[in-house]
């Protein structure tokens, strides 16, 4: 769409062409909406895409998210995307050393091998049958909250009715998650893994009184209905691929390399100010969408800043020529890495993690959990390299807040990357470092991103993957009907800040597209 042929108006413009922009172009579109997507980069897709970021190689990488548990069947259904998901056999593996020995947790494969597992690294049945209570409760609870992720929000008592089960609104809702974890489990290693789901992207510990902890970690258990987290085949970018074919067919233009400068409203009609390469154009439309943080919505509009975000994580993506051994003989590594593979997560060391950070400090043993995408879906690698048994790994490090990288990003990173690999070194058999492929340059095929890089380059506002801080999914003061509403009536929200944004979900996209579809009805 060339810049200066004058003012062009639409029904809705979507400023953003990550996936809730797609997700919401392509409903509005498909209700005979005329839909223009301004997506400052080359590609849309945001941060829910595939790259290949080692030169020379055939490996499609999910570069930023990589599994997939909040987006809807309803949505893949309505929009009738050519997109699949495939189950994970592992859900995860934890090493330790006991008595001086490795060993390690290992979660999935069928009840059997996981009741042995944690027999063997606990020594009795206690832990098991506490985790299979919990988690019962956990998915009771996600068979009742998940399907109102895209109705409209639910007041607080009426999702607590929904829920109906006392014990489950007080650990989720009510105590911080850390109260729930400790009155159920005794061992150091099981409690940092049932605390991790708090945790991803969220810098919080398990006792924090704002409950942050507690809003993550429902997010982290409800996908789907059932809390499994699933590979996406091939790749993240598989999925808005999708999207954007969708919202095409269904007559969106989608606008690549055109930045969204300004937004004017009166609340009736609009105007979006963007540039590119060539000079700079107006859209009018009588709705806006923003798919992107709180911070750029302001920007946008002129209005006062949000309170300042802050991402709190590392994220490493990894080719190697074949899996590392591990010093824990009775596991496979194909299995060890096939689901999430813990490192340095007990519950003890998460919270020295945190107050180290806390401190302005680097965490002495940085907190990590690695999956490997290949093993679930080896079709992001190219025949050669699948024949020659190389896998890909994916990193994301915890307790990572983007202060500690004020002073010097590089230097921070790569210290932060050393220390982290340290750790998962420590249980394994032979160093990673021995197990990278290299690129066409000769150079190790590792890529680190901090939150300050997140924020750079993706415009997640101090690198936090959510946007701001999770909300509960219910509805709040000033929340509105759908959770996308801001104080400008025909300017809605639908990125990860919106309320039940966050993850890869779709739903923020969904929401707002509802909200314009009932208004203009």
């Known amino acids: 769409m060339p810049a200066n042929e004058g003012t062009r108006t639409y029904d809705a413009v979507v400023v953003g062409g990550g ?10 579109a498909r209700a005979g909406r005329s839909v223009l997507v301004l997506e400052r980069l080359g590609h849309t897709g945001g941060a829910a895409v595939s790259t290949r970021p080692f030169a020379g190689v055939d490996a499609r990488l999910s570069r930023y998210s990589y599994l997939v548990s909040l987006l809807p069947r309803k949505i893949v259904r309505d929009l009738g995307l050519d997109f699949r998901v495939r189950g994970r056999t592992i859900s995860s593996y934890t090493p330790a050393e ?13 009840e059997r091998r996981t009741r042995e597992a944690f027999a ?27 399907p109102t992720l895209t109705e409209p929000l639910p007041a607080r008592e009426e999702l ?20 729930a974890i400790e009155e159920r489990f005794a061992d150091d290693l099981v409690r940092g893994v049932v605390l991790t789901d708090a945790l991803i992207g969220t810098f919080a510990d398990a006792h924090d009184a704002s409950l942050a902890q507690n809003r993550c970690f429902l997010y982290h258990v409800i996908g789907g209905g059932t809390g499994a987290w699933d590979v996406p085949v091939g790749g993240m970018g ?13 007559g969106a233009v989608l606008a690549t390399g055109h930045e969204a400068v300004r937004i004017t409203t009166d609340g009736r009609t609009a105007e979006v100010g963007y540039r590119t390469a060539d000079g700079e154009g107006v859209a009018a439309a009588r709705h806006v969408l923003v798919n992107a943080s709180p911070r750029e919505l302001a920007a946008l509009t002129g209005d006062e800043a949000p309170e300042p975000a802050e991402g709190a994580q590392l994220k490493v993506n990894m080719l190697l020529k074949r899996l590392p051994r591990l010093r824990d003989v009775a596991v496979d590594p194909r299995e060890a890495f096939a689901g999430t593979f813990h490192i340095a997560e007990g519950y003890r060391q998460l919270a020295t ?40 790994l994916t990193l994301f490090g915890l307790h990572t807040p983007a202060r500690l990288f004020a002073r010097d990003n590089d230097a921070v990173r790569e210290e932060l990357l050393k220390s982290t690999l340290a750790q998962l070194d420590a249980h394994l058999a032979e160093p990673l470092a021995d197990c990278l492929a290299t690129d066409a340059d000769g ?42 509403e801001t104080r400008h009536t025909n300017v809605l929200l639908c990125g990860a800040g919106a309320v039940r944004g966050g993850g890869v979900s779709g739903v923020p996209g969904h929401n707002a597209a509802m909200a314009v579809l009932e208004e203009t009805a």
């Open 160 to 179: 607590r009715r929904r829920i109906d089960d006392e014990e489950a609104w007080r650990a989720l809702f009510e105590e911080p998650v850390g109260v």
């Open 353 to 392: 993690a945190h107050a180290q950070a806390a401190a302005g400090e680097l965490p002495a043993a940085p907190p990590s959990e690695i999956y490997c995408h290949s093993l679930t879906d080896p079709t992001i690698l190219g025949p050669g390299l699948a024949e020659r048994g190389y896998q890909t």
């Open 238 to 250: 598989a999925l808005t691929d999708a999207l954007a074919g969708a919202a095409r067919s269904a």
């Open 98 to 110: 006991r008595g001086g020995r490795p060993t390690g947790l290992l979660v999935g494969g069928g």
């Open 443 to 484: 150079r190790p095929c590792i890529e680190a991103k901090s939150p300050l890089d997140l924020d750079r380059d993706l415009r997640l506002p101090g690198g936090n993957i959510f946007h701001r801080a999770l909300s509960w999914p219910y509805a709040q003061e000033g929340t509105g009907r759908w959770g996308v």
């Open 19 to 28: 996936h809730n922009g797609l997700v919401a172009a392509a409903y509005l």
């Open 120 to 146: 063997r690294l606990t020594g009795g049945a206690r832990e098991y049958e506490a985790w299979q209570r919990f988690y019962a409760m956990t998915g009771r609870v996600a068979q009742r909250v998940f």
